[in-house]
């Protein structure tokens, strides 16, 4: 278990990391945020496969993952408004929409703006 959430994104992607900056500046509360790939993984509980597809929020022993990882990032804020987003993220039909959304995203991020080649995942 860890004592401070961590945020665990592909280092490697460059429009992951941009997101991860600008979210860092305009969100109040923002947890230490880490490249997957200077980390141990088997010491987090992690697979190579599990941060390829999604940017990880650990916070003790609670993991989420995609959506669930932005959608408790806002629940962490001072915001009211931001921590009602971030309930609606997880919360049923809203959620649905957000795992698609966020399938998208990291699907098609090396085409997206900030995005490079390297940002494409694995074909599997």
Request: proline content about 7%.
């Amino acid at each position: 278990m860890r004592p401070r959430p961590l945020l665990v994104y592909d280092g490697d992607c460059a429009f992951c990391t941009t997101w991860v900056q600008r979210l860092e500046r305009w969100l109040g509360r923002f947890p230490e945020a880490q490249p997957w790939q200077w980390l141990d993984l088997d010491e987090l509980g992690l697979s190579s496969a599990d941060v390829t597809h999604y940017v990880w929020l650990l916070v003790g022993d609670r993991r989420f993952r995609g959506h669930e990882a932005f959608a408790a990032l806002l629940r962490m804020q001072r915001s009211q408004a931001l921590r009602f987003v971030g309930q609606l993220l997880v919360t049923p039909p809203f959620s649905w929409a957000a795992a698609l959304g966020y399938s998208l995203i990291a699907r098609f991020r090396h085409r997206l703006p900030g995005g490079t080649p390297a940002c494409a995942l694995p074909r599997s």
